[in-house]
T-cell receptor, first 109, second 113 residues
């Protein structure tokens, strides 16, 4: 089992709709959770971090964490074409950050 | 604000040659990470350094080595290059104790012919 798993995608969402990205992790001791956005050929860019159970909102982005279920999600409201990218879930355990395989999101105008 | 600087941005090598990638972390960041990302793959952790000492090791081949210097910059040395080493190599830095947020450089694209 991979340490961090994301819904496989690709995910296609109409402009203005809500995009929902999901991630599960295996290490119960993980304390820090991140969502990175990566455009093709570019480096991952941190868009959200979450450390405690519940929701964390930042503009159009909401991260949700449920440690009991070992689940973290990202909601993107009012999706824009510029949100089209690969979204990487990352979980920090021990001394390293482990990434999921990424979900490719396409926002259709 | 200063970001993570990687060099070179692009590198083309022949099989069995050697390559060196450099990374300059964000000032005052004490931890450096190296990741390898193949086409269509998620970034794979290679190795990390904290305060110039190796802190964790991932799927780094024995042909690769890395170190962090006194000025905190890091170098990834790759020898006996193989076609499968062609990838984007990202360096990231963080400040330990600040939640593990990593900030990535633009990456170095290595092509092995």
């Amino acid at each position: 089992q991979k340490e961090v798993e994301q819904n496989s995608g690709p995910l296609s969402v109409p402009e203005g709709a809500i995009a929902s990205l999901n991630c599960t992790y295996s290490d119960r001791g993980s304390q820090s959770f991140f969502w990175y956005r990566q455009y093709s050929g570019k480096s991952p860019e941190l868009i959200m971090s979450i450390y405690s159970n519940g929701d964390k909102e930042d503009g159009r982005f909401t991260a949700q964490l449920n440690k009991a279920s070992q689940y973290v999600s990202l909601l993107i409201r009012d999706s824009q074409p510029s949100d089209s990218a690969t979204y990487l879930c990352a979980v920090h355990g021990a001394q390293k950050l482990v990434f999921g395989q990424g979900t490719r999101l396409t926002i259709n105008p | 604000a200063a970001g993570v600087i990687q060099s070179p941005r692009h590198l083309i090598k022949e099989k069995r040659e050697t390559a060196t990638l450099k990374c300059y972390p964000i000032p005052r960041h004490d931890t450096v990470y190296w990741y390898q990302q193949g086409p269509g793959q998620d970034p794979q952790f290679l190795i990390s350094f904290y305060e110039k000492m190796q802190s964790d090791k991932g799927s780094i081949p024995d042909r690769f080595s890395a170190q962090q210097f006194s000025d905190y910059h890091s170098e990834l040395n790759m020898s006996s290059l193989e076609l499968g080493d062609s990838a984007l190599y990202f360096c990231a830095s963080s400040l330990r104790g600040f939640g593990g947020e990593l900030f990535f450089g633009e990456g170095s694209r290595l092509t092995v012919l």
